[in-house]
Nanobody, 119 residues
Framework: QVELVESGGGLVQAGGSLRLSCTASGRVHMAWFRQAPGKEREFIAAISRSGIKTSYADSVKGRFTISRDSAETTAYLQMNSLKPEDSAVYYC????????????????WGQGTQVTVSP
């Protein structure tokens, strides 16, 4: 069973940057989702196992970048120009077979990391 370990959340002022990391114990497609209090889990970005294919939510295009290391086991989410509305718990997700935007198709989840953006 593949496991995910996330790191990198924290508190930052609006306009600042953070980088989240997610390390998998196997080679899988990976994605980031977020969930704010009282809201549904929202797709942020996804990257294929090879790193060739990426996709983004419209709300983060041009500000966030998903990438992965050469060993293809760690995915990163570089978040720039952060806004208060980006505040949420960010979850890393993985799948052996799926690299899309629907959270229901991901069967491996990290523990979540809090990102808080102050005005």
């Amino acid at each position: 069973q593949v496991e995910l370990v996330e790191s990198g959340g924290g508190l930052v002022q609006a306009g600042g940057s953070l980088r989240l990391s997610c390390t998998a114990s196997g080679r899988v497609h990976m994605a980031w989702f977020r969930q704010a209090p009282g809201k549904e889990r929202e797709f942020i970005a996804a990257i294929s196992r090879s790193g060739i294919k990426t996709s983004y939510a419209d709300s983060v295009k041009g500000r966030f970048t998903i990438s992965r290391d050469s060993a293809e086991t760690t995915a990163y989410l570089q978040m720039n120009s952060l806004k208060p509305e980006d505040s949420a718990v960010y979850y890393c997700a993985a799948s052996r077979d799926y690299s899309g935007t629907f959270y229901g198709q991901y069967n491996i989840w990290g523990q979540g990391t809090q990102v808080t953006v102050s005005p």
